[in-house]
């Protein structure tokens, strides 16, 4: 299937065109929602897809924007299917993707995402994160104001510095 | 796809799907209520965050559970089309909003024991169930933290606020129980290997919850009897109004969409 295969990099370079709606300086290919893209036995394309948060109400615009790039790139009848595993996660935000949030004006997800340790860490007061640079004047002499902020993905930070608001995309 | 399973597993996946769907649905609509009323503009935003995770899973959970049933009805028509009789939360979800101390309490209780239950559902054979329970179990470890912060924050902060965090926490104990009842439903998916035995959910639930009581100089209520019914569909009068007016709007005008 040569003619798939080619077909398959053309459909990836249409979604990489597909801009994340509350982020829209990246794709919904360097958020890592699309997961794969492949050509059924019918010759019909499937791009399957993962949502970020259970409850990202972008996810239908995201779907929506989807179906319809690959409408005007040339597949109407493509079919999109959810996957749950594996669990999505920032660690799969590459660092081009970090360059990018940073300009933006949004701090990168800070380290990889919190993992059980076994230790019985779940609730304390002070916890230990990874200093956030503030993405304006770049002190590392940042405060968090609160870990749940405008979108399920973001934290309200507070540059301490430059005394600049800025959101925090979540390590999750 | 999931490998088919016997008819009674099936069943009994339906009726753990939609317990899971409606735990969420429910306290999620419960924390809604605060929108525009909560404390500071923070914790405002914080609720909604929580609620909004909340109802996503209960969109995921409940979607599975329709897909379960094979009778044609999807998330929302589990959400919006049936009766209180037919809810299978726990009754923890279903009180009242209560005052900011019962909010956070009730919310800590709840994300504690959902924290350890989703990690084992994460392992479940079922993969679409542990998919939604890895995820899900990402978002509620910010639950638990958040709530839990408050928890020491309310109770080992000023006078008012200890003695209403306390007394939270003796209303609320006496619903903690029904999270942890294991019945035929659990038994018959444990015996298939679809979901991982969770006994051990309800002592680890209780020594983080122990943790955050002492460290916020509050005292642990003594155990004694506790609620049930909510699993089998025995409500308190506060959930038939809650989906009152949750679902007017699909009551009324059946299959509107905007």
Same mark, same amino acid.
């Given at each position: 299937?040569?003619?798939?295969?080619?077909?398959?990099?053309?459909?990836?370079?249409?979604?990489?065109?597909?801009?994340?709606?509350?982020?829209?300086?990246?794709?919904?290919?360097?958020?890592?929602?699309?997961?794969?893209?492949?050509?059924?036995?019918?010759?019909?394309?499937?791009?399957?897809?993962?949502?970020?948060?259970?409850?990202?109400?972008?996810?239908?615009?995201?779907?929506?924007?989807?179906?319809?790039?690959?409408?005007?790139?040339?597949?109407?009848?493509?079919?999109?299917?959810?996957?749950?595993?594996?669990?999505?996660?920032?660690?799969?935000?590459?660092?081009?993707?970090?360059?990018?949030?940073?300009?933006?004006?949004?701090?990168?997800?800070?380290?990889?995402?919190?993992?059980?340790?076994?230790?019985?860490?779940?609730?304390?007061?002070?916890?230990?994160?990874?200093?956030?640079?503030?993405?304006?004047?770049?002190?590392?002499?940042?405060?968090?104001?609160?870990?749940?902020?405008?979108?399920?993905?973001?934290?309200?930070?507070?540059?301490?510095?430059?005394?600049?608001?800025?959101?925090?995309?979540?390590?999750? | 796809?999931?490998?088919?399973?016997?008819?009674?597993?099936?069943?009994?996946?339906?009726?753990?799907?939609?317990?899971? =769907? *409606?735990?969420?649905?429910?306290? !999620?609509?419960? #924390?809604? /209520?605060?929108?525009? &009323?909560?404390?500071?503009?923070? @914790?405002?935003?914080?609720?909604?965050?929580?609620?909004?995770?909340?109802?996503?899973?209960?969109?995921?959970?409940?979607?599975?559970?329709?897909?379960?049933?094979?009778?044609?009805?999807?998330?929302?028509?589990?959400?919006?089309?049936?009766?209180?009789?037919?809810?299978?939360?726990?009754?923890?979800?279903?009180?009242?909003?209560?005052?900011?101390?019962?909010?956070?309490?009730?919310?800590?209780?709840?994300?504690?024991?959902?924290?350890?239950?989703?990690?084992?559902?994460?392992?479940?054979?079922? =993969? *679409?169930?542990?998919?939604?329970? !890895?995820?899900? #179990?990402? /978002?509620?470890?910010? &639950?638990?933290?958040?709530?839990? @912060?408050?928890?020491?924050?309310?109770?080992?902060?000023?006078?008012?606020?200890?003695?209403?965090?306390?007394?939270?926490?003796?209303?609320?104990?006496?619903?903690?129980?029904?999270?942890?009842?294991?019945?035929?439903?659990?038994?018959?998916?444990?015996?298939?290997?679809?979901?991982?035995?969770?006994?051990?959910?309800?002592?680890?639930?209780?020594?983080?919850?122990?943790?955050?009581?002492?460290?916020?100089?509050?005292?642990?209520?003594?155990?004694?009897?506790?609620?049930?019914?909510?699993?089998? =569909?025995?409500?308190?009068?506060?959930? !038939?109004?809650? #989906?009152? /007016?949750?679902?007017?709007?699909?009551?009324?005008?059946?299959?509107?969409?905007?």
């Amino acid at each position: 299937m040569v003619a798939a295969a080619h077909d398959l990099a053309a459909v990836w370079a249409t979604l990489e065109g597909v801009p994340d709606p509350e982020v829209p300086v990246l794709s919904v290919v360097e958020l890592g929602i699309v997961r794969d893209v492949e050509v059924d036995a019918d010759g019909r394309l499937t791009v399957s897809i993962t949502p970020t948060y259970s409850g990202c109400p972008a996810l239908q615009v995201i779907e929506h924007d989807i179906r319809d790039a690959l409408a005007r790139g040339g597949w109407p009848d493509a079919r999109l299917r959810t996957v749950y595993s594996p669990v999505w996660t920032t660690d799969w935000i590459g660092a081009d993707a970090r360059r990018k949030l940073e300009a933006y004006g949004i701090a990168p997800p800070p380290g990889r995402a919190p993992r059980d340790s076994g230790r019985d860490d779940l609730v304390l007061l002070q916890r230990r994160v990874p200093p956030v640079a503030c993405p304006y004047c770049g002190s590392h002499a940042t405060t968090m104001r609160s870990v749940f902020g405008p979108t399920a993905c973001k934290a309200v930070m507070y540059c301490d510095q430059c005394r600049q608001p800025f959101e925090l995309f979540k390590a999750i | 796809m999931a490998p088919a399973l016997d008819g009674p597993v099936q069943a009994a996946l339906v009726q753990y799907l939609l317990r899971l =769907g *409606d735990d969420r649905l429910v306290l !999620g609509h419960r #924390l809604s /209520e605060w929108c525009g &009323h909560a404390p500071i503009l923070e @914790e405002d935003i914080a609720l909604a965050n929580i609620a909004l995770d909340l109802v996503g899973q209960a969109t995921l959970f409940l979607g599975l559970a329709g897909a379960a049933e094979a009778a044609g009805r999807d998330a929302d028509a589990l959400a919006y089309l049936r009766e209180a009789i037919d809810f299978r939360n726990v009754l923890l979800a279903e009180l009242p909003k209560g005052d900011f101390a019962f909010t956070i309490v009730r919310q800590f209780l709840f994300s504690v024991a959902a924290y350890y239950r989703l990690e084992g559902l994460a392992t479940s054979s079922h =993969g *679409d169930l542990a998919g939604i329970a !890895g995820k899900a #179990l990402k /978002e509620t470890r910010y &639950h638990v933290r958040h709530s839990g @912060e408050w928890v020491i924050r309310l109770g080992d902060g000023t006078s008012e606020s200890h003695t209403r965090t306390q007394a939270a926490l003796d209303a609320l104990w006496r619903y903690t129980g029904e999270m942890f009842l294991a019945d035929d439903v659990d038994a018959t998916l444990v015996r298939a290997g679809v979901i991982p035995d969770l006994a051990t959910a309800e002592p680890k639930w209780l020594a983080q919850v122990t943790g955050v009581i002492e460290r916020a100089t509050l005292a642990v209520p003594p155990s004694g009897y506790m609620q049930r019914g909510g699993r089998t =569909g025995r409500h308190t009068e506060h959930l !038939g109004i809650m #989906l009152a /007016e949750m679902q007017i709007l699909q009551r009324s005008y059946p299959g509107a969409k905007w």
